[in-house]
């Protein structure tokens, strides 16, 4: 009954879907839950360091209830998007409303979403990297797969990784940054690998380009299902989506740097290039994500494998409340810059 634990993890979209149905104040209750109750449940549950036995994590491999928690968020990432998308635009919403709705819908597009889509994208089967890629969709980042998989796991915790955050970089400037140069990234890694493949750019082995015609598609059906109203909210709550994929981004690896050996390389990736999070809540409700630094050590682990190790930079908080904290940039600062090794800093 205990691997039941990750169901929480329904507890986002559900939020969504009471928040559609009652409307009013309602419409907040996914940001109110996500980041005003998780936060407080977090420090009041007590940090889980406990690490599995060889044994259970060969039972869990085993167990594919593990695998269909995750898949169970496609068909409610998607009814969730197409019910907000026929209420707003059938239904006579107040403005805060609205707006309520737009931050409910994009938080859910980027946990049960752009989150899943992550796991799914280390996966080795083409099912499960399909179902990932769905997950993008509607968060308009489906980039993500190619750059996180191809380069952000390559570049971790350097300089040249857009999605690694400078010391003393605010989480509002590092949007603007990782956002437009993860894209970029996207289209260089994409060029590449067809240039290694002696491929042409118009190659339907050209995956951005394909996720270039999937996401406008989609903006173009909505359209004309939807009109303009529907339109701004599909767009708008896939810009949420993918903020709060990259306010992730920023807390995990802010401020951590590999050395350069002599040789003029980076030093491999280790326990230490990721901060990591014990709080229980926030470990569930995210998939393990928050055991970011075994995930970035062996990717290939499955999110319920995963483990906590000593030489970890520890975060004081859990994820949802280190995003809340990291919305204060001098507070933020204040917590965080003196847990970073002093080495990283002068890196």
Same mark, same amino acid.
């Given at each position: 009954?205990?691997?039941?634990?990750?169901?929480?993890?329904?507890?986002?979209?559900?939020?969504?879907?009471?928040?559609?149905?009652?409307?009013?104040?309602?419409?907040?209750?996914?940001?109110?839950?996500?980041?005003?109750?998780?936060?407080?449940?977090?420090?009041?549950?007590?940090?889980?360091?406990?690490?599995?036995?060889?044994?259970?994590?060969?039972?869990?491999?085993?167990?594919?209830?593990?695998?269909?928690?995750?898949?169970?968020?496609?068909?409610?990432?998607?009814?969730?998007?197409?019910?907000?998308?026929?209420?707003?635009?059938?239904?006579?919403?107040? #403005?805060?409303?609205?707006?309520?709705?737009?931050?409910? /819908?994009?938080?859910?597009? %980027? $946990?049960? =979403?752009?989150?899943? @889509?992550?796991?799914?994208?280390?996966?080795?089967?083409?099912?499960?990297?399909?179902?990932?890629?769905?997950?993008?969709?509607?968060?308009?980042?489906?980039?993500?797969?190619?750059?996180?998989?191809?380069?952000?796991?390559?570049?971790?915790?350097?300089?040249?990784?857009?999605?690694?955050?400078?010391?003393?970089?605010?989480?509002?400037?590092?949007?603007?940054?990782?956002?437009?140069?993860?894209?970029?990234?996207?289209?260089?890694?994409?060029?590449?690998?067809?240039?290694?493949?002696?491929?042409?750019?118009?190659?339907?082995?050209?995956?951005?380009?394909?996720? #270039?015609?999937?996401?406008?598609?989609?903006?173009?059906? /909505?359209?004309?299902?939807? %009109? $303009?109203? =529907?339109?701004?909210? @599909?767009?708008?709550?896939?810009?949420?989506?993918?903020?709060?994929?990259?306010?992730?981004?920023?807390?995990?690896?802010?401020?951590?740097?590999?050395?350069?050996?002599?040789?003029?390389?980076?030093?491999?990736?280790?326990?230490?290039?990721?901060?990591?999070?014990?709080?229980?809540?926030?470990?569930?409700?995210?998939?393990?994500?928050?055991?970011?630094?075994?995930?970035?050590?062996?990717?290939?682990?499955?999110?319920?494998?995963?483990?906590?190790?000593?030489?970890?930079?520890?975060?004081?908080?859990?994820?949802?409340?280190?995003?809340?904290?990291?919305?204060?940039?001098?507070?933020?600062?204040?917590?965080?810059?003196?847990?970073?090794?002093?080495?990283? $800093?002068?890196?």
């Amino acid at each position: 009954m205990k691997d039941l634990k990750y169901l929480t993890a329904f507890s986002i979209p559900l939020m969504a879907f009471i928040g559609l149905y009652f409307k009013g104040w309602f419409s907040f209750l996914t940001p109110f839950y996500g980041f005003v109750l998780i936060p407080i449940l977090e420090m009041i549950f007590p940090v889980d360091t406990y690490n599995i036995s060889e044994e259970e994590s060969e039972s869990r491999l085993k167990n594919k209830l593990f695998d269909w928690l995750l898949y169970f968020n496609l068909p409610i990432v998607y009814v969730l998007v197409v019910v907000s998308l026929i209420t707003v635009t059938t239904t006579t919403l107040e #403005t805060y409303e609205f707006v309520g709705l737009v931050l409910s /819908v994009g938080i859910v597009l %980027g $946990v049960n =979403g752009i989150n899943v @889509a992550h796991e799914l994208g280390h996966r080795q089967t083409t099912n499960e990297r399909f179902i990932g890629k769905a997950l993008l969709l509607p968060a308009l980042y489906m980039h993500f797969y190619i750059e996180h998989n191809f380069g952000h796991h390559l570049h971790a915790a350097t300089k040249e990784d857009p999605a690694t955050a400078r010391y003393n970089q605010t989480v509002y400037g590092f949007w603007l940054t990782s956002v437009f140069r993860q894209y970029g990234s996207a289209w260089k890694i994409q060029n590449r690998l067809l240039k290694n493949n002696n491929q042409p750019f118009l190659s339907i082995k050209n995956d951005m380009l394909w996720y #270039t015609i999937l996401q406008l598609t989609y903006l173009i059906i /909505v359209f004309a299902a939807f %009109g $303009v109203t =529907g339109l701004i909210f @599909a767009f708008f709550a896939g810009v949420i989506g993918f903020i709060l994929l990259e306010t992730v981004n920023y807390i995990e690896h802010y401020g951590l740097l590999r050395s350069k050996m002599p040789s003029g390389r980076y030093e491999r990736v280790r326990e230490i290039h990721s901060w990591n999070s014990n709080h229980l809540i926030g470990r569930i409700v995210l998939y393990e994500l928050t055991r970011h630094s075994d995930h970035h050590y062996k990717s290939s682990k499955k999110y319920q494998i995963l483990d906590c190790h000593d030489e970890s930079p520890q975060m004081p908080y859990g994820y949802p409340t280190s995003m809340v904290l990291a919305m204060v940039p001098l507070l933020w600062f204040a917590v965080m810059n003196k847990r970073i090794p002093r080495e990283m $800093v002068s890196a």
